[in-house]
């Protein structure tokens, strides 16, 4: 914070005003300092800082390295700037003597790329070194405003969204890259600790977790066709994802979970609910072990091959608590309300259960009329 130096003059022939952007705070190293919402202004030879009584400069001479901090949930934006040494015949400033050697500028209200951008174009063009050059022939009139003051903003904010765009996109088909490799050794491991005989708490644990990191090769439209194969490839797909997720669930899942756990599985080549459920009319008890079914209620959900062990279950769990309603099993399963409500009346279709309706809602009881 040393290096900066109560502004003299204005500018001079040769220097031109590149950026301007207001609500600006300033840092000396990490210690907030009382310069703060101010407009920062970034010419060819300086930094102009001022909040309208106080005027202090730096000159870019002192700025040997520019870095930036991305804006946070509850940090501004900032611009670091890496200064060089002070030296003997520097103007005084607001503070005489500092032990950092940066400063942070804190942005607000955004425009910290157009900033950071701009300091780093005129740290490259070094223009203080070069004396009066040919801007002096521009009407003195647009060095600080003015159509050609408007045509550079523009100009400027499209360079910065193309850099933006490009960053972005390279980032994206990193982690496309390095996403697939991660899942692929993840399949390895798992698949290492599968032929291990014995396996302690640990272990299983850890092989629990690589399995869920999700799907390598996902099956798409460019692999597989479309229409018809694409959806039968992707029940193939998900049936073999279900497998583990549908026993843990005692053998059903809503389609919309199902949805959910298959995209997750996919990590970024997601898939529209209408492929997830035309994918699930193709699943058979014969070729996948399990199949879509829709309940009286109109929700679809995806059932094992399992139904006599689920119903199976369900009895025990009637005669373990003396009965049931629908929020007591969805609490004891662990499964959704609907589902349970769905599961006790398909239990009660086929003769297993029976229900007593009562003031305090609808229990289920095993039902000891069909028994022989």
Same mark, same amino acid.
């Given at each position: 914070?040393?290096?900066?130096?109560?502004?003299?003059?204005?500018?001079?022939?040769?220097?031109?005003?590149?950026?301007?952007?207001?609500?600006?705070?300033?840092?000396?190293?990490?210690?907030?300092?009382?310069?703060?919402?101010?407009? &920062?202004?970034?010419?060819?030879?300086?930094?102009?800082?001022?909040?309208?009584?106080?005027?202090?400069?730096?000159? /870019?001479?002192?700025?040997?390295?520019?870095?930036?901090?991305?804006?946070?949930?509850?940090? #501004?934006?900032?611009?670091?700037?890496?200064?060089?040494?002070?030296?003997?015949?520097?103007?005084?400033?607001?503070?005489?003597?500092?032990?950092?050697?940066?400063?942070?500028?804190?942005?607000?209200?955004?425009?910290?790329?157009?900033?950071?951008?701009?300091?780093?174009?005129?740290?490259?063009?070094?223009?203080?070194?070069?004396?009066?050059?040919?801007?002096?022939?521009?009407?003195?009139?647009? /060095?600080?405003?003015?159509?050609?003051?408007?045509?550079?903003?523009?100009?400027?904010?499209?360079?910065?969204?193309?850099?933006?765009?490009?960053?972005?996109?390279?980032?994206?088909?990193?982690?496309?890259?390095?996403?697939?490799?991660?899942?692929?050794?993840?399949?390895?491991?798992?698949?290492?600790? #599968?032929?291990?005989?014995?396996?302690?708490?640990?272990?299983?644990?850890?092989?629990?977790?690589?399995?869920?990191?999700?799907?390598?090769?996902?099956?798409?439209?460019?692999?597989?066709?479309?229409?018809?194969?694409?959806?039968?490839?992707?029940?193939?797909? /998900?049936?073999?994802?279900?497998?583990?997720?549908?026993?843990?669930?005692?053998?059903?899942? #809503?389609?919309?979970?199902?949805?959910?756990?298959?995209?997750?599985?996919?990590?970024?080549? &997601?898939?529209?609910?209408?492929?997830?459920?035309?994918?699930?009319?193709?699943?058979?008890?014969?070729?996948?072990?399990?199949?879509?079914?829709?309940?009286?209620?109109?929700? &679809?959900?995806?059932?094992?091959?399992?139904?006599?062990?689920?119903?199976?279950?369900?009895?025990?769990?009637?005669?373990?608590?003396?009965?049931?309603?629908?929020?007591?099993?969805?609490?004891?399963? #662990?499964?959704? /309300?609907?589902?349970?409500?769905?599961?006790?009346?398909?239990?009660?279709?086929?003769?297993?259960?029976?229900?007593?309706?009562?003031?305090?809602?609808?229990?289920?009881?095993?039902?000891?009329?069909?028994?022989?």
């Amino acid at each position: 914070m040393d290096r900066w130096a109560w502004q003299g003059k204005e500018n001079g022939a040769a220097e031109e005003n590149r950026n301007s952007v207001s609500h600006v705070r300033l840092y000396n190293g990490e210690e907030k300092t009382s310069f703060d919402q101010g407009t &920062l202004t970034v010419s060819t030879h300086r930094l102009i800082w001022t909040d309208g009584n106080r005027n202090i400069e730096l000159p /870019l001479k002192y700025i040997s390295k520019v870095d930036s901090h991305a804006a946070k949930f509850t940090k #501004s934006a900032k611009v670091i700037l890496t200064l060089n040494p002070l030296s003997h015949s520097h103007p005084p400033g607001p503070i005489s003597s500092s032990k950092y050697d940066y400063i942070k500028l804190s942005f607000v209200k955004g425009g910290h790329q157009e900033i950071e951008n701009s300091i780093k174009t005129c740290l490259n063009e070094k223009r203080w070194e070069k004396g009066v050059i040919a801007v002096q022939n521009k009407p003195s009139s647009l /060095l600080g405003g003015g159509l050609v003051r408007i045509e550079q903003q523009i100009e400027s904010s499209r360079l910065n969204a193309d850099q933006s765009l490009n960053t972005a996109f390279k980032d994206i088909d990193n982690l496309m890259v390095k996403g697939k490799e991660m899942v692929a050794l993840a399949e390895r491991i798992a698949q290492k600790l #599968s032929d291990v005989k014995t396996e302690g708490d640990e272990t299983v644990e850890l092989k629990s977790h690589l399995l869920s990191i999700g799907i390598s090769n996902p099956v798409t439209r460019e692999t597989h066709g479309t229409g018809t194969t694409y959806h039968k490839s992707l029940g193939t797909e /998900l049936a073999q994802m279900l497998r583990k997720p549908l026993q843990e669930a005692g053998g059903v899942l #809503s389609v919309s979970e199902v949805y959910c756990r298959y995209n997750r599985a996919r990590g970024i080549e &997601l898939v529209s609910p209408e492929d997830v459920v035309n994918a699930c009319k193709t699943l058979t008890p014969e070729h996948h072990g399990m199949e879509l079914k829709k309940f009286s209620s109109g929700v &679809l959900v995806v059932e094992g091959d399992n139904f006599k062990s689920i119903m199976d279950n369900l009895l025990q769990t009637i005669k373990a608590n003396d009965c049931c309603s629908a929020l007591s099993l969805s609490n004891i399963t #662990s499964i959704p /309300l609907l589902l349970a409500k769905e599961r006790l009346q398909a239990a009660e279709q086929h003769g297993i259960l029976c229900r007593d309706e009562t003031d305090d809602g609808i229990f289920f009881y095993e039902n000891l009329f069909c028994l022989t």
